[in-house]
């Protein structure tokens, strides 16, 4: 993840063997942003083999913080491309956002 200020923050999936505790990637480096202070997440780039998007989780979670960031997914399955990007509210149209 990429802040407005510049930082970088990353993530890894910790699976479980009871799927609904897994965490994604995705929060685990918007979790450590919020940890420390970061707030104004601009871009997160998605990295795997297959389809690189977020879950529907992951995109609900980024989405309460920045809907309008951008995605860079990139496909490990085809080093010589580059990652598409896209904006979040294309993966997840009216997302659901409490106002404040």
């Keep these: 993840m990429l802040t407005a200020a510049g930082d970088i923050f990353v993530g890894c999936n910790v699976e479980n063997a009871s799927y609904g505790l897994t965490i994604c990637a995705e929060r685990g480096a918007m979790c450590a942003a ?3 202070g970061q707030r104004d997440i601009v871009v997160t780039c998605i990295s795997l083999t297959g389809q690189p998007v977020p879950c529907g989780t992951c995109r609900q979670f ?8 951008t995605l860079l ?7 010589d491309e580059p990652p598409e990007a896209i904006r979040l509210t294309h993966l997840l149209p009216r997302g659901f956002r409490l106002e404040t």
């Design 62 to 69: 980024l989405y309460e913080f920045n809907p309008d960031m």
């Design 34 to 36: 919020i940890a420390a």
């Design 73 to 79: 997914l990139d496909n490990l399955d085809q080093p």
